[in-house]
Every structure is written in structure tokens, then in C-alpha cells.
């Protein structure tokens, strides 16, 4: 009850307070000679009054709730905009990471390419394994990029990078094998032929130039790989005819017909007339006709400088720049030329230089088994 009668007797002051702000006031206005008096009542002016506080009121209000409008608007629109940059952010991030799993996958399939295209160059097919774990799978542009995707494709990289140096040893070692068969028979691959030409930097198969260092030098070694087994390949180690009766061997003997001490350039075989005589390896028929003192002669071409001549022969079954396999027929044997009997004459020429030819018809098992491995890749090649 008493708390009722202070709010009562507060209201009450304050609106003795309000109501004792105006009185009654009278104006003389003089117009003319004339006075007139004017009443301004109390209670007009408290109705003016508060009017005009109503006005100003809404005035103040509508001015705070504005300033509220834009502080809630200017709020929003920080937000929104913290919110876009947010996305923008993540968006970067997720491209940048794409881009990096993009450029990942592109090296993968540039360097899964170049492997390809030299094992087929080599080796005539395919690798067995797609050391990119399988080509043409880089990450879709429409899924997200996740650091899981990267390190996959990173670890990709690593083991192709692995598969590569395999191969380079792998081919190294091969190429190692080579040169050792090469040596047995008295030959040096390094010393083998002058070589020069223009310097063209190895190139992919979409014509770039290949700047991985790995790549280098797996095309390196399968180059001389390419050299050795192809000098290997080129060997005459088939036997040029059958019985290999042994007349006379290689180096200085005393002439048969005059009985002076001279020099025998190969080695010769007699046999039968009309004894099939064979080619000792792969080539072409160079020359195929008749040679002052050897009669009627063939000489074929191997490559790499090795050339074999055929001499004292009854007759040929080639002519000249024919393609001949290993162990071709090509002539008869005969008596033709400086012969005292029925005989095949046989040389190994090596850049022009006369060798004996038993290092190669007598190669040991092991050089023959590498020239029938390299045989039959380059043939696989060559039907490929």
C-alpha cells in the first residue's frame, strides 16, 4: 500500500512540476489605433508543448533506430564480407592444392611417358607396370583436393623415381655384360668408330626437351646399351661353312707359290667344290664380283666397321647391296684367283684393318649367349 502511494505521489509531482511550467498570459497587440488583447491559456500551451515533444520524440527515435538500421546493416555487411573472404581463402587453398596435385600428376605422366617411350624405342613394348599407378588418373578438377590425394601422388613419384634408377642399373649392368664380350674378342666399344654431329638435347615424344636428370641418363644408358648389343649383333661368330677344315691360318706364312715369307689376312678352309658358304652375320652385300688375287668375291658390310670377305668362290646366290641374315647362303665354294685348291678364304675387317677371324668364330660360350640375347631383342625390334 505504501509502495502504490510513492509511485502515485511521484507521478503526481511530476506532473505539478510539468503543469506549473505554464500559466495563462495575455498579449496587447496595437494594429492601426486599435488594441486587441490575446489569451495564450495555460492549457494551449501544454498541448503545444507536448506536441512538439511528441515531434521531437519520434524524431530522436526514428534517428536512433536508424543509426541501430545501419550499425545492424554495416554489421551484416562486415560479416558477409568476412564470410566471402573466408570462402575466397578456402578456395585459393583448394586450387593451389589442385594445382600442385595437378603439376604432381602432369610430371608423373611426362616422366611415365618418357619411360614408356624408351623401353618401346629399346625394347619394343611397353613396361610391364604403370609406375604412375595408372596413366591418365590425375585427381578430377570437380573433386575436392585433399593433402591425402598429394601424398599419394607424391609417393607415385618417389617409387617411379625408383623404377627408373632400377632401370638405369639394370641397363647399366647389361650394357656392362656387353662391353666384357666386347673386350674378349679384342674389341674396345669407346675406341669403335669416329662419332660428332650437332648437339640435339634429348626430346620427349611431344618433341620437349626432356630436363629430367634421371630420364638422362636412363636414355643415356640405354643408348649405349643400343651400341654395344648392336656391335655384339654385328659380330662374325657363325661358322662361314661347314667341316671347318683348317688349310691355313692367320698372320705371316711363306707364300705358296713363290715361297717368300708375306702376310695372311684370314684364314682358309678347304672342302669340297661347291661347299655352300654362309654368312657369319647379319648384313649387306658390299661387293660381289671379282678381285685381283682373291678370284671371285663377296664382302659384306656388318656396321660398326666390321666387314667379312668371302673369297676363291665358284659362284655367287647374292648380288651387291642385298640385305643377308645370319648364316645365308651367298656362294660356292671354289678355286678362283690366286688359290692352289679348292678352298674358302675368309677375312674380318675392322675399319679396314684385317683381324684374325678365330677370336670370333671361337668366341667362348658366354659372349654367344649375349649376342643371342641382344640378337633377339633387336630382332624383336625389327618385327615390333
Do not use: C
Not at 109 to 123: G, K, M, P, S, T
Not at 326 to 345: D, E, N
Amino acid at each position: 500500500m505504501s509502495q502504490r502511494w510513492r509511485y502515485s505521489s511521484g507521478s503526481n509531482s511530476i506532473l505539478q512540476t510539468w503543469n506549473g511550467l505554464f500559466r495563462d498570459h495575455e498579449i496587447i497587440v496595437r494594429t492601426a489605433g486599435h488594441v486587441r488583447f490575446l489569451k495564450l491559456g495555460a492549457a494551449l500551451q501544454r498541448r503545444a508543448a507536448t506536441a512538439l515533444l511528441a515531434v521531437v520524440l519520434t524524431w530522436a527515435l526514428a534517428t536512433i533506430g536508424l543509426l541501430g538500421w545501419q550499425a545492424w546493416t554495416s554489421w551484416k555487411s562486415r560479416d558477409v564480407a568476412a564470410r566471402a573472404a573466408a570462402l575466397d581463402h578456402a578456395e585459393a587453398r583448394v586450387a593451389s592444392e589442385r594445382q600442385t596435385v595437378e603439376g604432381i600428376a602432369d610430371t608423373i605422366e611426362a616422366r611415365q611417358d618418357n619411360i614408356e617411350a624408351l623401353f618401346r624405342a629399346h625394347f619394343g613394348d611397353d613396361p610391364g607396370a604403370d609406375a604412375s599407378g595408372g596413366k591418365g588418373q590425375a585427381p578430377a578438377a570437380e573433386a575436392q583436393v585433399s593433402s591425402d590425394q598429394v601424398g599419394r601422388l607424391q609417393k607415385m613419384a618417389a617409387r617411379q623415381e625408383r623404377l627408373v634408377e632400377e632401370m638405369t642399373q639394370a641397363v647399366a649392368r647389361r650394357v656392362g655384360r656387353a662391353e666384357a664380350a666386347l673386350l674378349t674378342v679384342g674389341l674396345r666399344p669407346n675406341d669403335h668408330g669416329a662419332q660428332g654431329g650437332p648437339f640435339e638435347p634429348y626430346r620427349d615424344a611431344s618433341g620437349l626437351v626432356v630436363r629430367d636428370p634421371a630420364i638422362r641418363r636412363l636414355a643415356q644408358e640405354l643408348g649405349r646399351m643400343e651400341q654395344m648389343e648392336a656391335l655384339l649383333v654385328a659380330l662374325p661368330s657363325d661358322l662361314p661353312t661347314e667341316g671347318m677344315q683348317l688349310s691355313s691360318g692367320f698372320g705371316y706364312r711363306f707364300d705358296p707359290f713363290n715361297g717368300q715369307r708375306a702376310m695372311h689376312s684370314g684364314l682358309d678352309f678347304r672342302g669340297d667344290h661347291g661347299t655352300p658358304i654362309r654368312t657369319a652375320a647379319a648384313g649387306r652385300v658390299r661387293f660381289a664380283g671379282v678381285m685381283s688375287g682373291y678370284g671371285n668375291v663377296i664382302d659384306v658390310d656388318h656396321g660398326h666397321g666390321i666387314m667379312t670377305r668371302y673369297a676363291h668362290l665358284a659362284g655367287f646366290t647374292v648380288r651387291k647391296g642385298q640385305e643377308v641374315a645370319p648364316g645365308q647362303k651367298i656362294a660356292r665354294m671354289g678355286s678362283t684367283g690366286r688359290s692352289t685348291g679348292t678352298h674358302l678364304h675368309f677375312e674380318v675387317r675392322v675399319n679396314g684393318v684385317a683381324v684374325n677371324p678365330r677370336r670370333f668364330l671361337e668366341a667362348n660360350p658366354d659372349v654367344l649367349e649375349i649376342k643371342a640375347d641382344a640378337g633377339s631383342r633387336v630382332r624383336g625390334l625389327a618385327e615390333g
